[in-house]
């Protein structure tokens, strides 16, 4: 069947070829983790407040951190009730968005590395530099907050 395939394939791309791809396997990790966060966000619902992980800083000492009420707020917004996912964390879209333009990002680029491998040094720069500003704005507030806490 490889045979086959590396002789019939018109674009010279072999699936042995692509497994050997650490950027690809990257990605395809990365695309995982976000499919598995929402998930995680779209599973437990925000009506009945069953979800098993909770914030440990708020059980210690009994006030809320920056990131309180985030799974709610991700949950709300799957289900469109974005005005109540702001009440329940004022950053909830602002990280959502960052879990979907990054699996976007990781299918899209995944799919330019394969098309057009003579742009794959600039592909990953670009992916690189792109996805840190993005994160960094992304998660800003977060960091403000660490950095209080000092």
Request: proline share 5%; charged share 15%; hydrophobic share 45%.
């Amino acid at each position: 069947m490889t045979l086959w395939f590396r002789k019939n394939n018109p674009n010279g791309i072999s699936f042995t070829r692509l497994k050997n791809e650490p950027y690809l396997i990257i990605n395809i990790v990365f695309a995982g983790v976000i499919v598995l966060i929402l998930a995680y966000s779209g599973l437990f619902s925000p009506d009945k407040n069953n979800y098993p992980v909770v914030c440990i800083h708020e059980k210690l000492t009994g006030e809320p951190c920056v990131s309180c009420g985030l799974s709610h707020s991700m949950s709300l917004i799957l289900r469109g009730r974005i005005e109540e996912a702001y009440d329940w964390n004022i950053y909830g879209m602002r990280v959502f968005l960052f879990f979907a333009a990054q699996l976007f990002m990781r299918i899209l680029f995944s799919r330019m590395y394969i098309v057009y491998p003579e742009l794959r040094k600039y592909l990953i720069t670009y992916d690189i530099a792109g996805s840190v500003l993005m994160f960094t704005l992304t998660f800003w507030p977060y960091f403000i907050n660490i950095l209080r806490g000092l």
